[in-house]
Structures are given as structure tokens and as C-alpha cells.
């Protein structure tokens, strides 16, 4: 099966394998330098820096992973696709190139924030004797050795044309990154792939895993991350540079199956070891359009190595031949899937199948303008060992990169001088067997032919063991073998999140649920060091210990955001959704209004509210968003006579906010011939429909200055705590009901979630509804709220072949004492069911929903994120969380003086796809549906308010009838 790689001119896209492995070695370092790439340009002139800014714009424009952003949504980590920006180009006066190299390597060590977008730094040092220097650090996440070429040959090629003040003559590249992750993600689903991965780890499952060399001084490593290191060159002499050339042709062997059968020898010579495996980097561009390409392609392919003394160095490379031949031409296999498959068949959950790694590379060449780039060490390592063939021209040196918590520069030294050594003996005598000048090899380390996958004796479960065990159930879900909350109880200490399915986004995403639960905070790091229940269970006592449960100040911050804003703060990150929570309201004034009055008495109301002078920042290192109340409040707008009102205001009503530096509300006040407009615009993350409501009510009292205002009141002094503990009761209560329902689309779903819409409504009648409310609210006890859920499920199971619907909620999330003049977002997003499979009466259905109902109101303090991770949906990105529907009940609002009718937004934008809303208007209710007008066409929606209006007459006529 084939997969085509085209491009897709997509801003959104899952990151490949590869960058996914890098981010979380990220996220368990802590701002490590590991994967920076530093490049170090001597130029042989003074630098031109506005050329030169010009020339990283086209580079940035050209190559789009050079200006990507990564976050994580639902479990996996999408690279999302910016703007060009050129970062600032700091300009530095040098006195010496000793001293500028220092502080090249202090700042090529500088970690990155991948979050924000900034992949790339460039320094430039002015002053030196012989020309300018350039330092430029890119991070491996956007690109490879491969891409260096072709990065410096269009920064030349841009420099050049911005001297002249010329655009660079160069034609668009055929496909970007983000095309590649996609065409990588779909490859590594297909059969053949599968297939290439089961076989493979088959072959690789003998060899057992963790190669040590004689000296090692410490605990082998998990893999690859950060550690401190350091690098030693090893030249190759002239003389055996010249002569391996000769040897590959005599051979008929690659240079890089010459290297391979060298480094091997060494390895062989101080591990002992006859059998290993080593971690080769490819360059995985497999396709054309790819070759030119500024990314991180970059695989690590395991090769076998199978070691005889007796042979000579020509049986060796035959050998290697064979070995390369076959696992090369399956570069593309990922390497996290291939290091899964092999574990879970030694039982060994999370550990490196490879330690040592190989890469042999062709340095780029120098310019005219600078010589070849500098290699600057980062102190660290992303292997046990490293060895690095370089290529720089006639040149080849050997770089040997080692953790220096494992290694001495000895033991290094040694690794380097015996691979010079067998390269030096090999181009005089290829046919001279291997002992005669490797030496004694130290004691043979004896292998086995495979761990033994372990079985499930492990200890029972303590009490302390059982909520990791829970925290294990909440994020496999249906990915684990133990597929229910309750069989937490099945697992045993032992048990291994990685081998019962997880990953390394889930495993991120269980400790964010950690810290929802009982407010700790663990690093990956803590959690990989001992991925089984019982290590968690640890990890997690320990957190606790550590924490000190602060007392609540309400000063103006920094303030943890609640679960519900830091949903707006990630939803605020996707373009296709901004507009979707902002929370327009558009009221009309009529006659004789003091315009000045009404600016003055806006501005008040705007600056005593805490929450309207927000401002939200990510704490990277705790990973959570915080905010801050004591930023400059909004100032009112006022126009006059706009040339084109509806144009004006729906810019007013859809612009977003930059949640990180402005205040997060807006306010206009039009000014017509006739009358008066005032258009308040906050974002959903500060305030809910309650909190539109204090604002209006307080706006009116300052303009008519006929009482006093409630004192402001902090949202964070009256937030409800959230209860995490009954994640698992909601879960239970909504098992099975169908995530994604059959709805009456008119056009299939796209890529991207569409928040454009357009509302129809349409009037129960008096007479009808005081029917209903005599059965529903008299007899059964329900809500407006429960009869327009139970009527939509029954209009919804007219219109499709649906029978069972999950609707969501919201709820005011104003229990706490002195709540009801805060200003704030305290809405929690609830869930209730309308099931009517079994073929339930009017009555049985309307007692249903109301069972549930209350189910959903006592868990009411359960965090909406935790129940759509617990209940882990396999969401895209073109709908809303677990359910596309949604509905609420209201009351038709009073508007305080002078404030005369609200006007409906237009545009009007929604946040799932159907949404209903029952407002009561004295005896009546009106059913107002607002529809996404990507998915449905008007008729549709009418026609489903038909079936609406159709069940409300079965309702009302025969309550024991069937919907």
C-alpha cells in the first residue's frame, strides 16, 4: 500500500516520528541543549546585518519548519506552521575570535522554546582582524545534518540578492515539512509498514540490548535524552584518507559499510561483545522533492553486528554489506514503533534498544564569502557513545561523542585510536584477519538469546498503588488490555505502562491528569525512571511530599488558570477557533443618550473587574498556564457613523485578543443618527453568561448614577475547587453512549473544525408548553432544561438513525459565597444523555434524561477535561470534544436602562455544531438552533426544528406514547 506525498499547504499538521521523540526529550529535560544545532560561520568580510536580515526571511520563508510551533492537543503533538518572522539578529563588538568562540559555544548551548514558535537564533560578532563571524543555532526538531547544505546555499543565495536589493531567483519548493509528517504518520498505519515492523523486531529480538565498553563507570542510560557530554576528534591520517576510496571500489562497498565494518571492529575490541546492536543515522529522504529540504528526516535504524575474530576486515565489509543492504532499505520503519515491538516482546517495557550510535556525514563546503562551518560542542549527549564520521572535503575525522557520566576521556580514547587503527591496517591488507591487530579483546560478555518477557506475579495492589493504577486506566482506556476503571484492580505493582500500550504523549498526558487529580506535579522524568504502577505510586507520594499547600492570596497574581481556561488558552492557540470564544453582545440605546457618560461609565465598570485586566502566560516548566490581574484595563472605543456598520462590528465582535498582552475584553460605542450602539466583546476566558449579565446591570447603574457598585470581586477568592475524584463515575455513567452520532450532515466534516454558523428558531406555543410542563414539571419533577434536551435527542432520532445522544452542558459554577457579582468564567462543561434505544414512553425517556441530569449536577466539580481524557475519544481536529451537540436553557434576559435590545452577532460563530437554546419568554419557549453552515444548509436546520416542533405535539397530546 502506497501513501502519496504531496503538498497540502496545511498550517496544522501531526509532527513525524522523529520530532515527536525529540519533543519529549524536551519536555523530561527541562530546557536542555542537546538537540541544538550550532553553526559557525568565520566570515572573510564585514557582515552586511540588513542583507543578511533579509536573507534569513527568505530562508524562514522558504523553509517552513523553520518557523513551526509544536502543541500538544488530545494526545498528540501537532506542529503548527507560523507566520514568517525574522528573530532579532544581535550584533556583538569582538576583540578576539578565542573569546568570540567561547561565547559562540556559551550561546550555541542556550535551550529553545518549541512551544513558542522560535526555532532559530543568529548572533553576529563584528571587529575581528580577518572578517565578521555568524553564529547561527536552529533546533534539531526543524533540522537535520542533511539540511544544512541547502539552508547555507539559500542564505548565499538570498544574501547575495539582498546586497543587490534584489528578490532571490528560486522556485518554490514542491512540498514542505509538514506534507512529509503527514505522509510519514499515513505510512507507518499501512499494512506493508506493520508487517515490516513485526518482522524486523523479530530479528532484532535476540540481540540483546545495552552495549558497554570496558571502563564504563555508570548505569547504562534509557535512551536517548539529555545528558552531559563531551566530543573528541580522532583525524584520520592523509595518507589512509587517500587510500579508502580504493578500498571501497576493491571492496565494492559504500564508504558508509566501510565506516560500519570499522566502527564495529572497535566496538568489538573493548566491549568483547560478539553480537550487538548499533543505532546507524540515516537520512531517510527517500523522495526527490525531499532533498532540498530544511527538516529532521533523520532516522535511527538498528544494525546487527555479528563479530568474529578470525575473520578478516574484507569479511567484515561483506558482511556489513548484507546487514546495511537489508535494514537501509527500511530506513523508513519508526524507530519508537520498531523499539515498542521489540520490548514488548522481551517484556521489557520502556528500555533503549539501542545505546551506541553511528553517523556518517558530509560536512558542507565553505563560500566565497565564508569558510566551511565550525563544529561548536553543545556539553551534551545524546548516546551512550557517538561516533561521527565527518567529511569536510578532502578531510575525514572521527568524532566520538560520550556521556560523561558513563565514560572517561580514557575509554574514549581509546574507542577513537583502535578505530584510526583498523582503518590504517585495513587499507594495507583488507585480507589480514581481524585478531592480528585488534589485540585481546576483554573477557567475552556472555549473551543470551533474549530476556524472557516477564509474567503478571507481581505484588497486589495497596491503596497507594491503586490511584496510579486508576491514572493507568484513565489514558489507556481501550488501547490497554484492561479496558475498564474497575479492573484497576487487576493490575498488579509491576505492571508496565508501556507495555500495556502507552506511549509517550499519553504518558504526558497521564501526569497532567496526576495533577488535575491531587494537585502534584511530576516531571516525565520522574515518571520514565519506573513506568509501572508501583513506580508512580512512588513518584507520586514523593510529589506530594514535596508540596506545600499554599494558603489562597488574592493578590493580582500570577494565578494557576482553571481547567476550563486552560482549555480556552490551548483552543485560543488554533486559528479556525478564535473567533468561537470571544462573547459578543451588541445592545441597542434610542433616544437621547450622553454619549461621553456612557464611554465614562464603560471604562469604570472595565477597570474594577480583576478578570477584565488579565493577562495569560504559559509556565513552560510547570506546564500550566497562569495569568495576572494587574495589567492596564480596556479603553472604549467610539465611532462615528461607520461607512459600513454590519462590516465594523463584525470585525469589533471577531477580532481576537493576544491573550499574553492585552486586556481580554473590547468595547465600541457607535454613534448613528438615530441611536446608539455599544458593543462589548470579552474573551470566553474571562467571563461566562452570567458574568455578560453583572456587566451590562453595572454599566447601566454608572451611566444613570442611581447606586452603588458591588465592590470587585477576584475570580480566583470565589472559585469553585474542582473534584477530580469523580472522573471515574462520570466515565462509568456515559460508557457506551456514542461519541460521534449519525447528524443530518449536508457536507462531510473538513480537516479543520468550521465555527461559522447561522440560527433559526421557531415558538413552542403557550398552550403546548403548559401541556408538557403539567407531565415533565408537575408529575416528574424536570427542568426547562431536561424537556429541551429530551425534545432535541427525540427531533435528532427523527432526522437520523440515531437512537442514543450525548449532549453538553454548561453549568454557572457559582456555589461559592459571594459569587454572584464576580466576574469570571466559572462555567463547567457537563454531559447528559438522551437514550432512546429500548423504546421508552415520553414519560420513561423524560425521567431518563432527568436521572441523568442529576447525575451530572452532583459531579458537576469534575473537570470537563478529565472526563473527554478519561473517556479518550480519537478525535481530529475537525469537530469538538465528544460531542458535536450541545444545548442550554435561559431565561430572556432583562436589560437594565438605557440598554433598550440586544442585537444577534453577525457573524455568528458556535463552538460544536448544532446548538440548542431554550429561552424562556414569559409563558413561552423559544427554540433558538444555531447550526455550523460548513456542515448543514438552512433547509436542514428548519427541517430538524419540523421534527423538534413535531415531538413537542406528540409530547403534549400522548405523554404515554413513543417518541
Not at 568580510?45 to 536580515?53: G, N, R, S, Y
Not at 578532502?394 to 568524532?399: G, I, R
Not at 469570571?824 to 415520553?842: E, H, K, Q, S, Y
Request: aromatic letters at 6%; a negative charge.
Amino acid at each position: 500500500m502506497s501513501v502519496e506525498l504531496r503538498r497540502r499547504r496545511e498550517r496544522r499538521a501531526p509532527a513525524s516520528a522523529g520530532q515527536e521523540r525529540l519533543w519529549l526529550i524536551e519536555e523530561t529535560s527541562g530546557g536542555s541543549a542537546t538537540y541544538n544545532v550550532p553553526v559557525f560561520l568565520v566570515w572573510r568580510e564585514q557582515i552586511d546585518v540588513a542583507a543578511l536580515e533579509a536573507a534569513l526571511r527568505f530562508v524562514i520563508e522558504r523553509h517552513e519548519a523553520l518557523r513551526t510551533a509544536y502543541e500538544v492537543h488530545e494526545a498528540r503533538l501537532l506542529q503548527i506552521v507560523r507566520d514568517p518572522e525574522v528573530p532579532p539578529i544581535e550584533v556583538i563588538d569582538a576583540d578576539s575570535m578565542a573569546r568570540v568562540r567561547d561565547e559562540a559555544a556559551r550561546r550555541g548551548s542556550e535551550p529553545f522554546d518549541l512551544a513558542g514558535g522560535t526555532v532559530l537564533r543568529c548572533v553576529v560578532w563584528r571587529g575581528l582582524p580577518d572578517g565578521d563571524a555568524l553564529l547561527l543555532v536552529v533546533h534539531h526538531i526543524a533540522m537535520d545534518g542533511w539540511s544544512l547544505q541547502p539552508l547555507l546555499d539559500d542564505l548565499a543565495i538570498a544574501y547575495e540578492a539582498a546586497l543587490e536589493c534584489k528578490r532571490p531567483l528560486a522556485d518554490e519548493l514542491p512540498v514542505q515539512y509538514a506534507d512529509f509528517a503527514v505522509w510519514d504518520r499515513a505510512m507507518a498505519q499501512t499494512p506493508d509498514v506493520q508487517s515490516l515492523l513485526k518482522e524486523r523486531a523479530d530479528q532484532l529480538f535476540e540481540y540483546a540490548a545495552e552495549l558497554v565498553l570496558n571502563g564504563h563507570s555508570g548505569s547504562p542510560a534509557a535512551g536517548e535524552g539529555s545528558r552531559p557530554g563531551r566530543q573528541r576528534d580522532f583525524p584520520i591520517p592523509p595518507e589512509v584518507t587517500a587510500r579508502m576510496g580504493q578500498l571501497s571500489l576493491s571492496l565494492r562497498v559504500t564508504p558508509f559499510v566501510l565506516w560500519f565494518a570499522a566502527v564495529q571492529a572497535a566496538l568489538y575490541r573493548w566491549s568483547g561483545r560478539r553480537e550487538f546492536l548499533v543505532g546507524a543515522m540515516t537520512a531517510n529522504r527517500n523522495h526527490a522533492e525531499l532533498e532540498r529540504l530544511v527538516g529532521f528526516f533523520v532516522n535511527t535504524v538498528p544494525l546487527r553486528c555479528a563479530m568474529d575474530s578470525d575473520l578478516s576486515f574484507a569479511e567484515l565489509c561483506r558482511k556489513a554489506r548484507s546487514e546495511a543492504f537489508r535494514s537501509l532499505s527500511h530506513q523508513n520503519l519508526p524507530f519508537d514503533q520498531l523499539t515498542a515491538a521489540v520490548n514488548a516482546a522481551r517484556g521489557t517495557g520502556r528500555s533503549a534498544l539501542v545505546n551506541v550510535g553511528f553517523v556518517h556525514q558530509a560536512s558542507p563546503t565553505g563560500h566565497a564569502r565564508w569558510a566551511p562551518p565550525a563544529e561548536l560542542s553543545t556539553d551534551s549527549a545524546k548516546f551512550d557513545l557517538l561516533v561521527i564520521i565527518n567529511e569536510v572535503e578532502d578531510e575525514l575525522t572521527v568524532t566520538v561523542e560520550y556521556d560523561t557520566d558513563l565514560y572517561s576521556d580514557d575509554v574514549c580514547g581509546r574507542l577513537g585510536d583502535t578505530l584510526v587503527e583498523v582503518l590504517t591496517a585495513a587499507v594495507s591488507d583488507p585480507d589480514r584477519p581481524l585478531h592480528e591487530f585488534l589485540g585481546e579483546p576483554p573477557v567475552v560478555q556472555k549473551t543470551t538469546s533474549g530476556p524472557t518477557p516477564r509474567k503478571g506475579e507481581g505484588a497486589l495492589l495497596t491503596a497507594e498503588h491503586r490511584r496510579a493504577a486508576e491514572l493507568f486506566i484513565a489514558v489507556l482506556g481501550d488501547g490497554s488490555r484492561y479496558a475498564s476503571v474497575g479492573a484497576a484492580r487487576g493490575l498488579t505493582a509491576d505492571a508496565n505502562f508501556f507495555v500495556l500500550g502507552g506511549h509517550s504523549l499519553l504518558a504526558v498526558t497521564m501526569l497532567a491528569e496526576a495533577e488535575r487529580r491531587y494537585g502534584v506535579d511530576l516531571s516525565p522524568r520522574e515518571f520514565l525512571a519506573d513506568p509501572t504502577v508501583a513506580g508512580l505510586a512512588k513518584a507520586l507520594t514523593s510529589a506530594e511530599t514535596r508540596r506545600n499547600a499554599p494558603a489562597i492570596v488574592v493578590g493580582h497574581g500570577p494565578h494557576p488558570a482553571t481547567s476550563a481556561q486552560q482549555r480556552f488558552w490551548l483552543l485560543d492557540r488554533m486559528p479556525w477557533l478564535r473567533s468561537a470564544y470571544l462573547s459578543p453582545t451588541v445592545v441597542e440605546l434610542t433616544g437621547e443618550i450622553d454619549r461621553e457618560a456612557l464611554q465614562r461609565a464603560v471604562d469604570t465598570v472595565l477597570a474594577r473587574h480583576p478578570a477584565l485586566q488579565s493577562r495569560f502566560t504559559l509556565d513552560r516548566k510547570e506546564r500550566r498556564v497562569h495569568y495576572r490581574t494587574d495589567d492596564l484595563p480596556a479603553v472604549t472605543t467610539v465611532t462615528e457613523s461607520p461607512t459600513d456598520l454590519r462590516e465594523h462590528l463584525a470585525k469589533i465582535c471577531t477580532t481576537p485578543f493576544d491573550l499574553a498582552k492585552e486586556a481580554p475584553v473590547r468595547a465600541d460605542i457607535v454613534c448613528l443618527e438615530d441611536r446608539t450602539l455599544l458593543t462589548l466583546v470579552p474573551h470566553h476566558i474571562v467571563v461566562d453568561g452570567w458574568s455578560a449579565q453583572v456587566l451590562l446591570d453595572q454599566i447601566a447603574t454608572a451611566y444613570r448614577r442611581d447606586g452603588d457598585l458591588a465592590e470587585p470581586v477576584h475570580p480566583a477568592a470565589v472559585a469553585e475547587p474542582v473534584d477530580a475524584d469523580h472522573v471515574e463515575a462520570v466515565v462509568e455513567r456515559l460508557r457506551g453512549a456514542p461519541t460521534d452520532p449519525p447528524l443530518p450532515h449536508d457536507r462531510p466534516r473538513g480537516e479543520f473544525q468550521s465555527t461559522e454558523a447561522a440560527a433559526v428558531s421557531v415558538r413552542i406555543g403557550e398552550e403546548r408548553l403548559r401541556q408538557i410542563r403539567e407531565v415533565a414539571v408537575g408529575e416528574l419533577g424536570c427542568s426547562t432544561f431536561v424537556i429541551s434536551a429530551t425534545l432535541m435527542g427525540a427531533a435528532l432520532a427523527r432526522s437520523c438513525e440515531g437512537r442514543d445522544f450525548l449532549l453538553a452542558f454548561p453549568w454557572s459554577g457559582r456555589d461559592s459565597t459571594g459569587a454572584a457579582d464576580a466576574v469570571g468564567m466559572f462555567v463547567n462543561t457537563l454531559l447528559v444523555r438522551v437514550d432512546l434505544t429500548g423504546a421508552p414512553t415520553w414519560r420513561e425517556l423524560l425521567a431518563r434524561v432527568r436521572d441523568d441530569a442529576k447525575a451530572a449536577y452532583r459531579d458537576a466539580t469534575t473537570p470537563y477535561d478529565s472526563v473527554v481524557e478519561a473517556l479518550h475519544p480519537h478525535r481530529d481536529l475537525g469537530r469538538p470534544p465528544l460531542t458535536p451537540l450541545y444545548v442550554t436553557s435561559t431565561k430572556e434576559p432583562d436589560l437594565p436602562l438605557p440598554f433598550v435590545r440586544n442585537l444577534a452577532p453577525d457573524p455568528l460563530h458556535i463552538k460544536y455544531e448544532l446548538e440548542l437554546n431554550a429561552i424562556e419568554r414569559g409563558d413561552d419557549l423559544e427554540m433558538e438552533l444555531a447550526y455550523a453552515t460548513a456542515l448543514f444548509d438552512e433547509r436542514t436546520a428548519h427541517g430538524l426544528l419540523d421534527a423538534l416542533v413535531a415531538a413537542t405535539a406528540d409530547l403534549s397530546d400522548d405523554p404515554d406514547s413513543q417518541p
